[in-house]
């Protein structure tokens, strides 16, 4: 049952917001509650019940483009990079002189992609080939909704080509600093600190800015906020990151291996870099990304100088703006780890925050959730570039679709009370299927070929109770009552490979014929409309709902581990063949309850088919049982 939110204007509202609810707030006010540092404008942003409301026009909006001088000179050519923004905002800003903050969506997809092919994956086979990498689908990036629902409100409406891409100089470069630096110049100049100029090659600034900026995003495009955010540039009050990289080397590696992102494989930040790459010129950033091949090391898979200048979470502690970061459960292609770690280090640096966990892939809210997205999007944007105490910061911190259509809050995440308790994985009566109990029973080692590219996970999780060649199965006896994953599940194995493969792969698997989400969505056929339209542009959407299928099992999460890679994931070790080692690995996060009833199972095996590499098949791994463990963070319901 979803608890009720307490709404602005309910009875717990000061008297300063009170009396603000029914007048109006001046645009350029810094807050409601302190009296403007400059005479009031004409005209002012109508406030109501602690909202703004929409009372400009979308048909009479004007329109600019301004390319603005970054930091960086990505393309090495002695010349500052320029980043190519354009801008949508009541006329208002204009002839009445109203300013307004500004909500901005930056990408490296504007323009489009280009069709470039992946690196093989298939080690030593002479017919490996590059996939060729399918266009993705720009339209689904993210909706575009924001110039008819927040202009009308009192917003600024931007987008940005990212360094490289478009109207954009400089060469993409897969997230570095570099490309942060592009992102961040934007919010300099909306800030008065960055260069700009017209089309014609005027200068201009902007003066209709207030200088609060808002970014909002899904994958790229909302890695795009964090990467601004993690500069803690002064002006950007506010972003809602969705589906988004918080570390490059958490999007292409894991412990040490190689990695695809789900339905990419071969995918590499080179090639990420090429698909995106649709400035002018696009030969000048030809040796910039050789250079990123070169760097990029896919063959130990190792963490370095590349991946660091790609990571954000250490950067937490710089953060200025509030942060919502939303993600999918069922999200596989940017893994839910990138979202949690950094929710975690923002918890750490003391950043206001918010999440939301939902049901669906790669994908946001907004098409099945949609009042409830605009309720808080727009209630989180007020809040902190138009300053209106609004009371979104009190609500419960933590939204988490529990099934389709079924959402609960909480004050955190994990929950509070969720705490790590080991299952031992023993060996069954025959030996395989083992045991997953909680109680250790130490045996001879258990043993299984790695199968190489002839045979998927998924192959390998079917007929769980019978002995497989290729993998080990552990499982639970029937559960008396469900439990609760919620967190990161982690594996402590003692094993040995001998072989070619350094990969350790586990799954977490519920067992249980049942109707689960799939994650993918589908159009209800319902119109519904949430802003002003213009021709070509009726501000309506149709409603999705989430995909569901009955199926005897379900994957809950995964995890993988170079285990060259078992002390850091920074440094190969080499192994000696057949000898034991103890491996610690994480699989990604999840919240999960498997029902009552249901079996959980642990299956572990080496290479995974659609996200590792595939070494020829015959690897030998050995796993002690008994010694070795899952390591389960339960929520406080959920207890043996």
Not at 8 to 20: E, P
Not at 438 to 449: E, I, K, L, N, S
Not at 592 to 598: L, R, S
Request: hydrophobic share 35%.
């Amino acid at each position: 049952m979803r608890r009720r939110f307490l709404r602005s204007g309910a009875g717990m509202i000061t008297l300063t917001a009170a009396l603000l609810a029914t007048t109006a707030l001046p645009a350029g006010a810094a807050a409601p509650t302190r009296p403007a540092r400059s005479p009031e404008p004409a005209l002012k942003v109508t406030v109501k019940d602690g909202r703004t409301q929409p009372i400009f026009s979308r048909a009479d909006a004007v329109t600019q483009t301004v390319s603005i001088e970054t930091t960086a000179d990505s393309d090495h050519d002695g010349v500052r990079d320029r980043v190519e923004m354009r801008i949508m905002r009541p006329k208002e800003t204009d002839t009445a002189g109203l300013k307004v903050p500004t909500i901005l969506e930056a990408s490296p997809y504007w323009a489009g992609t280009l069709n470039i092919p992946n690196h093989p994956v298939d080690i030593d086979d002479p017919q490996a080939r590059a996939l060729a990498n399918g266009k993705r689908n720009v339209a689904d990036v993210f909706p575009g909704y924001y110039d008819n629902y927040f202009l009308p409100r009192g917003y600024a409406i931007a987008n940005l080509d990212s360094i490289g891409t478009g109207g954009s100089t400089g060469c993409p470069t897969a997230g570095d600093r570099d490309e942060q630096a592009g992102a961040k110049a934007a919010v300099d100049w909306l800030n008065g600190r960055a260069k700009g100029w017209a089309p014609d090659g005027t200068p201009v600034q902007a003066g209709w800015s207030t200088g609060n900026v808002g970014m909002i995003g899904q994958s790229y495009n909302g890695t795009l906020p964090n990467m601004a955010a993690a500069t803690g540039v002064r002006g950007l009050k506010a972003i809602v990151p969705i589906a988004a990289i918080s570390s490059w080397y958490d999007y292409y590696r894991a412990n040490g291996g190689v990695l695809a992102p789900g339905g990419y494989q071969g995918e590499d930040l080179d090639v990420m870099a090429k698909i995106v790459l649709t400035r002018k010129n696009p030969e000048v950033c030809g040796k910039v990304i050789d250079d990123i091949a070169a760097r990029q090391d896919r063959e130990t898979g190792d963490y370095s100088d590349v991946w660091e200048q790609r990571d954000y979470v250490d950067q937490a502690r710089k953060v200025r703006a509030a942060v919502m970061v939303v993600h999918g459960l069922n999200d596989w292609n940017v893994k839910v780890k990138n979202s949690v770690q950094w929710w975690n280090a923002l918890k750490e640096a003391g950043v206001p925050r918010k999440l939301w966990l939902h049901q669906a892939n790669h994908a946001t809210p907004f098409r099945w959730r949609l009042e409830e997205w605009l309720r808080q999007t727009h209630a989180w944007f007020d809040r902190y570039l138009y300053d209106l105490r609004n009371g979104i910061e009190n609500e419960p911190r933590v939204d988490i679709e529990r099934a389709p259509g079924q959402w609960e809050t909480a004050k955190d995440w994990p929950v509070p009370g969720t705490r790590t308790v080991p299952f031992s994985l023993n060996a069954g009566e025959s030996g395989q299927p083992g045991i997953l109990g909680g109680r250790p029973r130490h045996g001879d080692a258990q043993r299984f070929v790695d199968a190489g590219k002839t045979r998927t996970a998924e192959q390998l999780l079917v007929n769980e109770d019978k002995a497989d060649p290729n993998r080990l199965a552990y499982l639970t006896p029937a559960l008396e009552e469900p439990l609760r994953v919620n967190g990161i599940p982690r594996m402590s194995v003692k094993a040995s490979l001998d072989g070619r493969s350094p990969y350790l792969t586990a799954l977490l698997v519920d067992y249980g014929t049942d109707t689960r989400t799939t994650g993918a969505r589908r159009d209800t056929g319902e119109r519904v409309c949430y802003g002003q339209g213009v021709p070509g542009d009726d501000g309506c959407t149709t409603r999705q709902a989430l995909l569901t299928e009955t199926a005897p099992f379900k994957v809950i999460t995964r995890g993988w581990l170079d285990a060259r890679n078992r002390h850091s994931p920074s440094h190969t070790d080499p192994l000696e063949p057949g000898k034991a080692y103890k491996f610690r690995w994480d699989f990604e996060p999840t919240d999960y309850i498997v029902k009552a009833g249901h079996r959980l199972g642990v299956i572990v095996l080496s290479t995974d088919y659609d996200y590792t590499l595939r070494y020829p098949a015959g690897t030998k791994v050995a796993l002690t049982p008994g010694v070795s463990k899952l390591l389960l963070p339960l929520a406080r319901e959920s207890r043996r």
